[in-house]
C-alpha cells in the first residue's frame, strides 16, 4: 500500500496569515495520463469531510481561491494564503493512484 | 447537489453481520463512483470499498476483503455494504462516498457501527 505522510501534524495559525502544509506519498502519484491522484480534504469541526483540491491543484467547486495546492510525484502542499477562523479543522491528503486509496493522518489546524 | 443518507449502524457483537444502506436523492447517483470510507472517532479517515458507476467492478481495503461486500441498486439509488465477521476494529463511523471515479466528491454524514459483546 501507498503510505502517505504530512507534516506538520499541528499546525496553529494567526488569522490573515498564510500556512501551508506537506504531503509526502511512499510511491510517485503520477498517473500515464500525466495526472496526479492527489486529493485534499477538510473536515471542520462536528462535519464530514469535504473535498478541498483534486488531482493536486484542482479546487472543488465553491473552495475559496485562497486554497491552492501544487506538487507532483511523492511531494505536495497545501497552502492556504490568508487564514480565516472558518478554516480550522484537520486536513487530510489522500492518493488514488493505486488501491487501496489511502490518506494521511491529518494536520489539524487551529487558531492561536 | 446529491445528498447521502446513510443508515444500518449500530451495536453488533464481534463475528456478527451488519447491512449498512445509503440513498441516494438523486438519479445522478449512477453517475457516480462510490465508496464507503470509516473513521474511529477521534482518529482518522480510512478508505474500506469503492465500487464503480455500474457496479460490475469493486475494490477493498486489505484488512476488509474477504469480509465485507459493497453493492449498489442504481434502479433505488441505493449503495450498500454487507459487513461479516465482524471485529472490534471494525467499530467506526462509515461515511457513504460519492464522486468522479476516485474523487471523494460527496459524503453523507456517517452511521456508527460499535462491535463489542
Known sequence: ?112 | EVQLVESGGGLVQPGGSLRLSCAASEDTFRNFWMHWVRQVPGKGLVWVSRIDKDGSGASYEGSVKGRFTISRDNAKNTLHLLMNSLRAEDTAVYYCVGGSGTILEHWGQGTLVTVSS
Open chain 1, 1 to 112: 500500500d501507498i503510505v502517505m505522510t504530512q507534516s506538520p501534524l499541528s499546525l496553529p495559525v494567526t488569522p490573515g496569515e498564510p500556512a501551508s502544509i506537506s504531503c509526502r506519498s511512499s510511491q510517485s502519484l503520477l498517473y500515464s495520463n500525466g495526472h496526479n491522484y492527489l486529493d485534499w480534504y477538510v473536515q471542520k469541526p462536528g462535519q464530514s469531510p469535504q473535498l478541498l483540491i483534486y488531482l493536486a491543484s484542482n479546487r472543488a467547486s465553491g473552495v475559496p481561491d485562497r486554497f491552492s495546492g501544487s506538487g507532483s510525484g511523492t511531494d505536495f502542499t497545501l497552502r492556504i494564503t490568508r487564514v480565516e477562523a472558518e478554516d480550522v479543522g484537520v486536513y487530510y491528503c489522500m492518493q488514488a493512484q493505486q488501491t487501496p486509496q489511502t490518506f494521511g493522518q491529518g494536520t489539524k489546524v487551529e487558531i492561536k
